[in-house]
């Protein structure tokens, strides 16, 4: 049965565009409109949408997502429309990870952060405790947890249990063949707990 939409999700850098391409991989289709090329931070692409970042008030084009995958970041999964079912791979990464990658692609964009790390650590951990709580709550959405961790060390095992949530006939070596462990560049060698 393919009548929910697979939704990829998470903070920004935790691995999105990397779950996008391990799903295209395996024989999902995926909604991408290729408006942001790929980049020296995200050489396989961003696999993104435009239209995700005006859901709030057009949900309209979800009509035709069903059987397929779309990528929305945790902070627009409060509009998604209650009428379709969701399965929604939801990227694990340690926080500290994704804040040097955010701050490596800011300094190459030359945008200034003004914020502090333990500022935006702070704001992040809430946040994604309020949206996990929300997600618990909702009878139309299924959530697994992927660690971003995890699918670099075993990309096989991890893509046999996706492959296992959502149900479908995808092919987890292609999507584990998909990993590129080279990329992964903000790797920390001691872990705050996040």
């Known amino acids: 049965m393919d009548n929910f939409i697979t939704i990829v999700s998470g903070l920004p850098r935790s691995g999105t565009s990397m779950m996008m391409k391990m799903l295209k991989e395996g ?103 309020r949206c996990k709580s929300w997600l618990e709550k909702q009878e139309n959405m299924e959530i697994f947890s992927v660690n971003h961790g995890e699918i670099i060390r075993s990309p096989l095992k991890i893509s046999s249990e996706i492959k296992t949530f959502l149900g479908l006939n995808l092919s987890e070596i292609k999507m584990a063949q998909a990993v590129e462990k080279t990329l992964y560049r903000s790797k920390i060698s001691a872990h705050s707990g996040q």
């Open 27 to 129: 024989g999902l289709s995926i909604i991408s409109d290729a408006l942001r090329i790929a980049d020296q931070h995200n050489p396989l692409g961003y696999f993104e949408y435009e239209k995700v970042k005006s859901l709030q008030k057009d949900s309209s084009w979800l009509d035709s997502a069903e059987g397929k995958a779309i990528k929305i970041l945790f902070n627009f999964l409060y509009f998604l429309p209650k009428k379709f079912r969701y399965k929604i791979l939801f990227m694990e990464r340690d926080i500290n990870e994704v804040l040097i990658s955010q701050n490596k692609m800011l300094k190459t964009l030359g945008i200034k952060n003004d914020t502090s790390d333990f500022v935006l650590k702070g704001h992040f951990v809430r946040e994604l405790d």
